[in-house]
């Protein structure tokens, strides 16, 4: 059995909310604190996000450090996880290059990921292929990503359900590499969340997923004041308009909030009326409960576990200097461990020429028969 190695990273395209806080932030900093692990890598892939980002290189710029703070606001510790920058090792590019080899472009073009992105960014559709407009760059990402996590020899990646197909294509190509090559790198393990409230938040309208441009988050670091407006606004359920009314909780975006966020210790707490989530979705789903009660208490749960994360965003806002010194360290260790698995890749590949003697040594007999 490997060692555990945990590793997993987030593009930098805005400050993160709570869909990424339930998908993913909330299970590492569990892992985290679980311990038992040889080393826990988590990193900002400001690399992979120029991939469709390349023309606003400042957006990913801006937010990297957006992101390191929301890492160390939930509780990521730089003394127990290795926090990195993905562009400052180009070991990366480097591991990218020799599994392009190992990748069809058919293969690409079947990754569910990259084909709904590329529907959803809107890259040209005009052409048989994936169209005009679609940057290699782009739709080589998946074998970056495999990369991102061989390098590292991952074996457990904290992620949302959609990196599935990510991480499936990442093992194929570990057991190609290895297969071609020797046993070399080593086939990661995907962690879900565990529910599927989490691994898919809605956004605060009821819509399929939080995005900025939708404006339907709940960022971390926003305060009190601001989420108390959004989940008073929060899509519920169109059918239940008198309170007597029987009100449904599929497709309710404060039911699949709760369904993500609730404890029963939270009714102890805050509606000692109910002893679980169960017992008050019975009630509502009968009738005779109103909206504006049970977004209170959502807004009471999401209180209690937002409070400290904004404290801590706060503390670290006021210490820049301290996180990009974070960062640095973090990519140096990590360079340390890719420095080390390149190693091996470029032996079992036949290409460590200058470290080989025994090479030498066999072109010098071949040359002196
Ligand atoms: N694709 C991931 C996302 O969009 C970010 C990412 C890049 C990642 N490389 C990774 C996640 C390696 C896990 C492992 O959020």
């Known amino acids: ?3 555990k190695i945990i590793l997993t ?3 930098p395209t805005g400050r993160l909310h709570i869909g990424h806080y339930v998908g ?3 299970r590492r900093v569990q ?8 080393d826990m890598f988590v990193f900002i892939a400001d690399a992979q996000a120029l991939t469709d980002n390349f023309d606003n290189p400042e957006k990913v710029r801006q937010n990297v450090v957006e992101v390191a703070l929301d890492y160390l606001a939930v509780g990521l510790d730089p003394s127990k996880v290795t926090l990195f920058i993905q562009s400052q090792i180009p070991e990366l590019a480097e591991l990218s290059f020799y599994f392009m080899n190992l990748v069809t ?3 690409l073009q079947r990754n569910p990921t990259v084909k709904t992105e590329i529907k959803m960014r809107g890259f040209g559709e005009d052409d048989a292929v994936f169209g005009s407009g679609l940057p290699v760059g782009f739709f080589t990402y998946p074998i970056s990503q495999a990369a991102d996590i061989t390098l590292f020899k991952a074996t457990t990646v904290p992620v949302g359900a959609d990196q599935k197909p990510m991480l499936e294509q990442t093992v194929e190509i570990v057991r190609k590499f290895n297969s071609i090559y020797g046993d070399t790198l080593v086939e990661p393990e995907i962690v879900l969340p565990p529910n599927a409230a989490s691994q ?3 956004g605060t309208d009821g819509k399929a997923k939080m995005s900025k441009s939708l404006g339907n988050c709940i960022y971390l670091g926003e305060t009190a004041d601001e989420m108390h407006k959004k989940v008073m606004s929060m899509y519920t359920d169109p059918q239940h308009i008198n309170v007597a009314d029987p009100g449904h909780v599929e497709g309710n975006a404060v039911f699949t909030y709760l369904d993500a966020f609730c404890r029963d210790e939270h009714f102890g707490r805050y509606w000692p009326d109910y002893a679980n989530l169960d017992e008050l979705k019975a009630h509502y789903q009968c009738g005779g409960l109103g909206d504006v009660k049970c977004k209170k208490f959502l807004e009471k749960i999401l209180n209690e576990e937002l409070e400290p994360i904004r404290a801590r965003r706060k503390e670290w806002e006021k210490d820049i ?3 990009y010194e974070i960062l640095r360290k973090g990519v140096e260790h990590a360079r340390e461990v890719g420095a080390q698995t390149m190693d091996e890749v470029r032996s079992a590949m036949k290409i460590n020429y200058f470290q080989d003697k025994a090479l030498i040594e066999e072109q010098v007999r071949k ?3």
């Open 321 to 323: 200097p301290a996180i």
């Open 31 to 38: 892992l985290q604190n679980e311990g038992g692990y040889k």
């Open 9 to 11: 990273g987030d593009r």
């Open 367 to 369: 040359y002196s028969l």
């Open 105 to 107: 472009v058919a293969r």
């Open 200 to 202: 898919r938040l809605p």
């Open 1 to 3: 059995m490997a060692e």
């Open 24 to 26: 993913s932030l909330r």
